[in-house]
C-alpha cells in the first residue's frame, strides 16, 4: 500500500494524468459543444480515429507535423460533416447513425493504411512526425510543480487552454448564445426566424475539430504512429465525462481528469506484476462506477 501511495503522489504520476487526460478533454470538450445544441455526438470515436489515421498521413506526405495536425482537423470536420449528413438532412437517429460510421471508420482506416502501407495494424511504414513537447519557463524551474506542469506536448496546453475558449464562447458570442439556445429551448430558436438545424450542423462542425484534434494528439503525442482501434473507448468515455460535469466545461474538465487518473493507476498497478488485461480495464471500471454514483445522485435530486 505504501508504495501505491509513494507512485500516486508523485510528480511523474501526476505528469502521467495531465497527459493521459489530454485526448479525453479534446473528445470531451466536443461532446459538449454538440450536446448544448441538443445533440448526441455518438460518434466522436469514429471521428477521432478517422482523424489520427489521417494526421500521420497529412504528416508524411506533406512533410511537416504541423499540417498533419490540420489535416486531422479537417478530417474530423469532414467525418462530422458525414453525421451531420445523415441526422440533420435525412433524419436518421443520431444514436445509430454514431454507431454506424463509428464501425465505417474502424474499417476503413484499416482499409486506408493497408492502401497506403500494406499493413493492416500499424503505420510504422510512413514517416510521419510528432507534435513537440515544450517546457513553460518559470514554472520549469519549481520543484515538483514544474515537473508536473512543464514538459507536456503542445497539443496538451491546446487541451487545457481550450476549457476556457469553449466557456467564454457558450456564454459572450452570438453562435454560442445560439448553440445554448438550440438545446434549452429549440422552439424559440425557430421562432425567432433562425435555422436550428443550421445551428447543429455548426456545432457538429465545431465538435469534428475539436475531435480532430484528439485524433492528432494519439498518432502524434501521445504515441508517434497510428494503430488499429487506437481511440480505444475514450470518445464514450468522453461522453461520461460530460454528462457528469452537466455540460459545463470547467466540471467537465474535472471529470476527463478523474479518468485520466484511472488511466495513469491502471498502468501503474502493472508494477505490481498484476495482469494487463486486468490493469486495462482500470479507466472502464471507473466509468461504470462514476455513472453509477452520478445516476444515484441525479435520482436523489427528482
Same mark, same amino acid.
Given at each position: 500500500?505504501?508504495?501505491?501511495?509513494?507512485?500516486?503522489?508523485?510528480?511523474?504520476?501526476?505528469?502521467?494524468?495531465?497527459?493521459?487526460?489530454?485526448?479525453?478533454?479534446?473528445?470531451?470538450? #466536443?461532446?459538449?459543444?454538440?450536446?448544448?445544441?441538443?445533440?448526441?455526438?455518438?460518434? *466522436?470515436?469514429?471521428?477521432?480515429?478517422?482523424?489520427?489515421?489521417?494526421?500521420?498521413?497529412?504528416?508524411?506526405?506533406?512533410?511537416?507535423?504541423?499540417?498533419?495536425?490540420?489535416?486531422?482537423?479537417?478530417?474530423?470536420?469532414?467525418?462530422?460533416?458525414?453525421?451531420?449528413?445523415? &441526422?440533420?438532412?435525412?433524419?436518421?437517429?443520431?444514436?445509430?447513425?454514431?454507431?454506424?460510421?463509428?464501425?465505417?471508420?474502424? @474499417?476503413?482506416?484499416?482499409?486506408?493504411?493497408?492502401?497506403?502501407?500494406?499493413?493492416?495494424?500499424?503505420?510504422?511504414?510512413?514517416?510521419?512526425?510528432?507534435?513537440?513537447?515544450?517546457?513553460?519557463?518559470? *514554472?520549469?524551474?519549481?520543484?515538483?510543480?514544474?515537473?508536473?506542469?512543464?514538459? &507536456?506536448?503542445?497539443?496538451?496546453?491546446?487541451?487545457?487552454?481550450?476549457?476556457?475558449?469553449?466557456?467564454?464562447?457558450?456564454?459572450?458570442?452570438?453562435?454560442?448564445?445560439? *448553440?445554448?439556445?438550440?438545446?434549452?429551448?429549440?422552439?424559440?430558436?425557430?421562432?425567432? @426566424?433562425?435555422?436550428?438545424?443550421?445551428?447543429?450542423?455548426? #456545432?457538429?462542425?465545431?465538435?469534428?475539430?475539436?475531435? @480532430?484534434?484528439?485524433?492528432?494528439?494519439?498518432?502524434?503525442?501521445?504515441?508517434?504512429?497510428?494503430?488499429?482501434?487506437?481511440?480505444?473507448?475514450?470518445?464514450?468515455?468522453?461522453?461520461?465525462?460530460?454528462?457528469?460535469? &452537466?455540460?459545463?466545461?470547467?466540471?467537465?474538465?474535472?471529470?476527463?481528469?478523474?479518468?485520466?487518473?484511472?488511466? #495513469?493507476?491502471?498502468?501503474?498497478?502493472?508494477?505490481?506484476?498484476?495482469?494487463?488485461?486486468?490493469?486495462?480495464?482500470?479507466?472502464?471500471?471507473?466509468?461504470?462506477?462514476?455513472?453509477?454514483?452520478?445516476? #444515484?445522485?441525479?435520482?436523489?435530486?427528482?
Amino acid at each position: 500500500m505504501k508504495l501505491l501511495l509513494d507512485i500516486i503522489f508523485s510528480a511523474d504520476f501526476l505528469h502521467s494524468v495531465i497527459r493521459l487526460s489530454t485526448p479525453l478533454l479534446f473528445a470531451t470538450m #466536443a461532446a459538449l459543444i454538440s450536446d448544448r445544441a441538443g445533440v448526441l455526438n455518438i460518434g *466522436i470515436e469514429g471521428t477521432m480515429l478517422f482523424s489520427a489515421l489521417m494526421g500521420v498521413v497529412g504528416s508524411a506526405y506533406l512533410g511537416n507535423v504541423w499540417l498533419g495536425v490540420g489535416a486531422a482537423i479537417l478530417a474530423g470536420i469532414v467525418f462530422s460533416a458525414l453525421i451531420s449528413f445523415f &441526422h440533420l438532412k435525412m433524419e436518421t437517429d443520431i444514436v445509430l447513425t454514431g454507431i454506424a460510421l463509428n464501425l465505417m471508420s474502424s @474499417g476503413l482506416t484499416i482499409f486506408i493504411l493497408y492502401l497506403l502501407t500494406g499493413d493492416k495494424g500499424v503505420s510504422t511504414g510512413l514517416s510521419s512526425g510528432t507534435v513537440p513537447n515544450i517546457t513553460i519557463p518559470i *514554472i520549469d524551474g519549481i520543484p515538483v510543480v514544474g515537473d508536473v506542469l512543464s514538459g &507536456h506536448s503542445v497539443l496538451t496546453y491546446v487541451a487545457f487552454l481550450l476549457v476556457a475558449v469553449i466557456s467564454v464562447f457558450l456564454k459572450r458570442t452570438r453562435l454560442g448564445t445560439y *448553440i445554448r439556445a438550440a438545446g434549452e429551448n429549440s422552439d424559440s430558436v425557430e421562432t425567432a @426566424g433562425i435555422s436550428v438545424k443550421k445551428i447543429r450542423l455548426e #456545432a457538429l462542425l465545431i465538435s469534428g475539430a475539436i475531435s @480532430g484534434l484528439g485524433g492528432a494528439f494519439m498518432s502524434m503525442a501521445y504515441v508517434s504512429m497510428f494503430t488499429k482501434d487506437m481511440v480505444a473507448g475514450r470518445g464514450f468515455i468522453a461522453l461520461a465525462a460530460e454528462a457528469m460535469g &452537466h455540460g459545463t466545461p470547467g466540471l467537465s474538465m474535472l471529470s476527463t481528469l478523474f479518468f485520466g487518473l484511472a488511466d #495513469a493507476l491502471g498502468n501503474n498497478l502493472q508494477l505490481f506484476n498484476l495482469p494487463s488485461e486486468l490493469t486495462r480495464l482500470m479507466p472502464y471500471v471507473f466509468t461504470i462506477f462514476a455513472l453509477a454514483v452520478y445516476a #444515484a445522485q441525479e435520482k436523489k435530486k427528482k
